[in-house]
């Protein structure tokens, strides 16, 4: 769907206002709303990582809040799985 809509709608000009960039995101985001292989473009743009724009519904900032999550978790699961080895 995004390749049918204008790559501006996802990707900030230079020196966007605050309350454009708002309103263009917001708009972006509904089109990845309605896209069949929205979680795979998220994906791809955590995995790759992507720094700029929206890919499966969320911005550069909210990717980046993903993976600190994501490596916190990971971070996590691997303490948890090194103490029950060693208890073991």
Same mark, same amino acid.
């Not at 700029?52 to 990971?74: K, M």
């Given at each position: 769907?995004? &390749?049918?809509?204008? $790559? #501006?709608?996802?990707? *900030?000009?230079?020196? /966007?206002?605050?309350?454009?960039?708002?309103?263009?995101? !917001?708009?972006?985001? &509904?089109?990845? *709303?309605?896209?069949?292989?929205?979680?795979?473009?998220?994906?791809?743009?955590?995995?790759?990582? !992507?720094?700029?724009?929206?890919? #499966?519904?969320?911005?550069?900032? /909210? &990717?980046?809040?993903?993976? $600190?999550?994501?490596?916190?978790?990971?971070? /996590?699961?691997?303490?948890?799985?090194?103490?029950?080895?060693? $208890? #073991?």
């Amino acid at each position: 769907m995004c &390749r049918r809509d204008e $790559a #501006g709608l996802f990707f *900030a000009p230079s020196k /966007e206002p605050t309350a454009a960039r708002l309103s263009r995101e !917001e708009a972006a985001k &509904r089109v990845c *709303a309605r896209c069949p292989v929205m979680v795979e473009c998220r994906e791809h743009a955590l995995l790759q990582p !992507e720094p700029y724009g929206v890919w #499966g519904g969320l911005t550069a900032a /909210e &990717r980046r809040v993903v993976l $600190a999550r994501r490596r916190r978790r990971d971070m /996590e699961l691997k303490k948890a799985t090194h103490s029950i080895a060693a $208890a #073991g």
